[in-house]
């Protein structure tokens, strides 16, 4: 049986990627499911725009390669603008099963000095949530 097609996995082009791609690969290959990769770039600067997308599209090619080694089916989605608010249209948008993402592990003082968006997705969607806290 086939539990989850489309799973939906939000990236930060950080060392806390890898913690979620590990999990969810095998889920996927378990599901026969497709993964989207998602990275929303977050810049106040037209420079900073241009940098940060090189760096994601750099940084997403990379995971996708290595997930379709593994025989993972992968797309790669990178928007532009508030995290929560492209995440929760991406997700809107789309009939996905999972939504997967790697946790910070802030204290309660990180997450409200600088927000979360595991906090507002958990409340926000009717789609399962995959949260994994990262060990780095």
């Given at each position: 049986m086939q539990v989850y097609k489309k799973i939906l996995v939000t990236i930060d082009c950080s060392?806390?990627?890898?913690?979620?791609?590990?999990?969810?690969?095998?889920?996927?290959?378990?599901?026969?499911?497709?993964?989207?990769?998602?990275h929303v770039v977050h810049s106040h600067t037209l420079d900073q725009d241009?940098?940060?997308?090189?760096k994601a599209e750099a940084t997403l090619t990379s995971y996708r390669a290595s997930l379709q080694e593994q025989g993972?089916?992968?797309?790669?989605?990178?928007?532009?603008?508030?995290p929560?608010?492209?995440?929760?249209k991406e997700i809107e948008e789309n009939d996905y099963d999972l939504?997967?993402?790697?946790?910070?592990?802030h204290t309660f003082f990180g997450d409200f000095l600088y927000g979360s968006v595991s906090d507002i997705l958990k409340h926000k969607i009717n789609v399962p949530l995959l949260l994994i806290k990262s060990d780095r």
């Open positions: 060392p806390v990627d890898d913690t979620i791609l590990k999990h969810v690969s095998l889920l996927a290959l378990q599901n026969k499911a497709k993964i989207y990769l998602l241009r940098a940060m997308r090189e993972v089916d992968v797309t790669v989605l990178i928007r532009g603008g508030e929560e608010k492209e995440i929760l939504v997967a993402m790697a946790t910070h592990g």
